[in-house]
T-cell receptor, first 115, second 112 residues
Framework: SQQGEEDPQALSIQEGENATMNCSYK?????LQWYRQNSGRGLVHLIL?????REKHSGRLRVTLDTSKKSSSLLITASRAADTASYFC???????????????FGKGTHLIIQP | NAGVTQTPKFRVLKTGQSMTLLCAQD?????MYWYRQDPGMGLRLIHY???????AKGEVPDGYNVSRLKKQNFLLGLESAAPSQTSVYFC???????????FGEGSRLTVL
């Protein structure tokens, strides 16, 4: 079943602006991860934030996690054309009753950076 | 360092035909996964393996079988392909549960 849900589904901004996308999830988590997928390619891991962390940075990426609201946000600062991609959040439910040990992914936010 | 390699990259099947997708990883990862990606559905887990010789069902396992005879390889089989199995299939591997996933480039399958 879908765990994470990204918002918005699509986002178009001008190069140089900041892009913010959000992820909401349903159950408790151990960690939350963000991935990027360029058109026609596989997913690439961007950043992992643990359930006891509130904020994490990696280059132009800033991720926040609010476990009380079951939500996370990904901020990309000073966007570039190369940031055009789909972005997915993914979680592992430590109490998954279905037995699946894999990450469950949201449907993604499609980000377009206009030059 | 190749990472995760999937073959074939593209395949067209007729309904009822069988085929096998091969995933190979050279990172000595214990965990391997097969996902399918469909428009508007995100990625859904088909089967996974936590080590050589082990496999387990994911969210959407029906119509698929898998084998992990060698640690570096994870095979996904379709015994009797159906149009509903038209999708892009991704293999991934990781060091363990909840760890970063490394993905292959995908295998695009069309079932006519």
């Amino acid at each position: 079943s879908q765990q994470g849900e990204e918002d918005p589904q699509a986002l178009s901004i001008q190069e140089g602006e900041n892009a913010t996308m959000n992820c909401s999830y349903k159950t408790s988590i151990n960690n939350l991860q963000w991935y990027r997928q360029n058109s026609g390619r596989g997913l690439v891991h961007l950043i992992l934030i643990r359930s006891n962390e509130r904020e994490k940075h990696s280059g132009r990426l800033r991720v926040t996690l609010d476990t009380s609201k079951k939500s996370s946000s990904l901020l990309i600062t000073a966007s570039r054309a190369a940031d055009t991609a789909s972005y997915f959040c993914a979680t592992v439910d430590p109490y998954s009753g279905g037995g699946a040990d894999g990450l469950t992914f949201g449907k993604g936010t499609h980000l377009i950076i206009q030059p | 360092n190749a990472g995760v390699t999937q073959t074939p990259k593209f395949r067209v099947l007729k309904t009822g035909q069988s085929m096998t997708l091969l995933c190979a990883q050279d990172m000595n990862h214990e965990y391997m996964y097969w996902y399918r990606q469909d428009p508007g559905m995100g990625l859904r887990l088909i089967h996974y393996s936590v080590g050589e010789g082990t496999t387990a069902k994911g969210e959407v396992p029906d119509g698929y079988n898998v084998s992990r005879l060698k640690k570096q390889n994870f095979l996904l089989g379709l015994e009797s392909a159906a149009p509903s199995q038209t999708s892009v299939y991704f293999c991934a591997s990781s060091r363990g549960l909840g760890r970063e996933l490394f993905f292959g480039e995908g295998s695009r399958l069309t079932v006519l």
